[in-house]
């Protein structure tokens, strides 16, 4: 699956499509002119969209190894706690 899309599946028919449900809009900042500038800008925006989750609410997260997850679950404790955040994942048998 293409990133940012879901999978819709009508159970009657059978059918299902692929939509997106976020598109990639990249502007280039040229104020970043160092990796230091793109590291704080990069936690200042991931630190921000943390504060706002809902406390009460439980977040699964996949433990793909991914960049996504470097850099999602350093900021899950700070703002909604071990007892909230659900880690998960998946693989395939290699025997199989």
Do not use: C
Request: net charge positive; proline share 3%; aromatic share 14%.
């Amino acid at each position: 699956m293409p990133s940012a899309s879901k999978l819709v599946i009508d159970k009657k028919t059978n059918n299902y499509q692929i939509k997106r449900y976020w598109r990639f809009n990249i502007n280039v900042d040229k104020k970043i002119d160092s990796i230091e500038k793109a590291v704080q800008g990069l936690y200042s925006r991931m630190d921000t969209i943390s504060s706002k989750l809902d406390q009460i609410q439980t977040y699964f997260v996949g433990m793909s190894g991914g960049l996504s997850r470097h850099t999602t679950l350093p900021f899950l404790p700070k703002y909604i706690g071990k007892v909230n955040s659900k880690l998960f994942t998946y693989g395939f048998d290699k025997n199989f």
